[in-house]
């Protein structure tokens, strides 16, 4: 009777073990390149060119593609291990009018308090006050002037209106560039979509620039709405809404900006 007694007690605690461990908390591994760009440091791609040179080592083996790691493994390019850090965010946001794009806590109605992001986040260049539409906001502060430097050529998209109707003289001025600041604008494309409403696609964001671009020519922006920064759209996307970007925008961002693994 005490041997069944044992038995059946060391069968239990067996059970209870067993139970344990299927409670024990999992941690689901990622696949090798979407840790690069998890990271920030480089597109999928520009990862698996890496992971094939053999340059990758997993826990001091070479990796291959299609590999899966998770923190518990030691990852390093050419010996040097990368750490698990914070990983890098990319938002766009719908930006209402009203909003201010600043990080100053104490401005009304400022972006980062209208988004209310629990990580430190900061905005990529600006949107006026008075003006709608597309920003991306990030905490990766290596990626901001990669975006916002005129050589680069990134495109940003406008819907503006004005308040009058405009004749094809404007459009030719426009395209062509319009003094301000003292120097010409760099040329652009410009489509009307209305009597006194047009697209225009930039590649340069000086101060105020479409603004004083039509005030220079006699006209005043009463509505200036962004739809587009480079690949990035703002359709889909409600007024004051935000979300992060999804894993094709977020590769085509880090290409776009020439991210290598070496920064």
Known sequence: MRTARYKGAALLRTCLSIRRLDQSPVTTAIRINKFFTEQG?????????????GVITVN????????????????????QVISWGTSPLYIKYHKPVGVTTTSE????????????????????????????GLILLTNDGNIVNEILRAEFGHEREYIVEVDRPFDPVFLGQMSHGVVILGSKTKPCRVMPIGRN????????????????????????????????????TVEGLSVGAWKELTVQEREELLEAVGRSSSE
């Open 41 to 53: 440091l480089c597109s999928r791609r520009e990862a698996d060119r890496l992971v094939e040179s």
């Open 60 to 79: 001091g083996q070479v990796a291959k593609l299609g590999d899966r790691v998770s923190p518990a493994d030691v990852i390093a390019r050419d010996g």
């Open 197 to 232: 409403r047009f697209r225009i696609v930039l590649i340069e964001g000086r101060n105020r620039q479409i603004r004083r671009m039509c005030q220079a020519l006699g006209y005043r922006v009463t509505a200036l709405h962004r739809v587009r920064i480079m690949h990035v």
């Open 105 to 132: 806590p104490h401005i009304e109605r400022n972006i980062i308090a209208e988004i209310g992001h629990p990580e430190r986040i900061f905005p990529i260049g600006r949107l006026d006050k008075d003006s709608s």
